[in-house]
């Protein structure tokens, strides 16, 4: 069985709308376009052929997706504004059989020699009549997809996930968000990320329902959407939340009588939002959760019950995953000391494409090694404290980012603050703090105010010795902060 028979195995003669909002779709429709068009693409290219697709999160993206995969070839989601140099580089890379994408695309992309479809070409295709059937002993360590992340320096890496991992992933987190039929997700998460992808998997294999929004930055429609859709599930980045908690008050004073629960990854969200939410809306399930492209989206989650104990954890591996964190000759730590977070289970990459060496870094003896580095408590709960390349050294002292932003943004009038190192004659590196600050508030927030409150909780080699302030938090498409911008 390949994913896409995995996800509609027990849905695809569902004639309950899948997708709701400008564009509306069943789980029937959806199965039989998807399939008409996989049956079309297998005759016309065969398998293992590479096949992007660029289009924000719509409906055309649904059908070419989930064609892709059950046609046996290789999708490639790509962001829409990705730069041309990217686009360039990908595509000599993979040798793209067909690339899919949306009209207004096509006016900015170099797609000289490229066999291209958007949607009214999608329309007008005439598919064959006899349809691809399942394929019961479909080789599901084949690659699915692969998604493409830039990191934070870099060429684009192609984390390659095969359709085993994200079966995997898709099971393993239903189980533990106990979704069912009467789910419905607000997406604001775009589909060539991960954990957007997941959002789709999830709610395709249990009969839910999703709403897309691409309009993030217009938090009326977010709320809007929440309470006319009457969704039960929104998911986001840190971004997200800090921009929904201090940017208004609007989300705070309104109440959601269908929303049962949020989940968060994509980054550490400081303890204080949380805090914040739970507060405005302690009937609402708040999932702390983390994970990578390279791990299919998920490998931990904090159960919200257990939030006020172990808060800071990330919990523990999900269903199906098993974390360890080991020092640097890959000994378990104890409790308290620090070490690099790997993992195991059906849900690991294959590896990157076209990248041996550093696949081979990444996976070790059948370990993904995270470069996230973390501690334990007694109880084995997981607290991630840096990334290994984020450490900032001043004076010989190493020094998480993480920390310092924490205790920043605990002043109510700070929407987000990040923490870099910068060169200095006299120390060699220097702590900076990149503070946006709310500009609704009545209080002035200065660099003395700052300092003043990060000397009452910090040790003095941590308090950030230069300042700049700005008013808006800068963010990706995903929605995760784009640093230096």
Known sequence: MNSFDYFLENTYQLSKPFLLGKEETTFKELYNDSLSLATWLRNEFGQNKYIPVISVNNRFFLITYLAILKSGNICIPLDPAIEEKNFEYI???I???LIFLTNDIKQKLPLDGYRCMDQKELAELKTPETLLEAEPDYDREKCAEIIFTSGS???PKGVMLSHKNLIANTGSIIEYLKLDY????LVVLPFYYCYGLSLLH???RVGGSIV???S??????IIKNLLDYECTGFAGVPSHFQILLRKSDTFKQTHFPNLKYVTQAGGKLATVFIDEFIKSHPDINFFVMYGQTEATARLSYLPPELYKQKKGSMGNGMPGVELKVVNDSGEEIKPGEIGEVKARGDNIMIGYFADEQRTQQALRNGWLYTGDLGTVDEDGYIYITARKKEIIK???KRISPKEIEAVILQIPEVLDCSIEGIESEIQGEALKATVVVNNGSDKTITEETIKQHCVKHLALFKVPHIYEFKDRITISATGKKTKNS
């Open 182 to 185: 009467n789910d419905r997700m």
């Open 202 to 204: 999830t709610h395709l």
């Open 153 to 155: 320096t870099g060429k």
């Open 91 to 93: 595509t000599d890379l």
């Open 212 to 214: 897309l929004n691409n």
């Open 216 to 221: 993030f930055i217009f938090m009326g429609t």
């Open 95 to 97: 040798d793209p059989a």
């Open 394 to 396: 001043v004076g010989g």
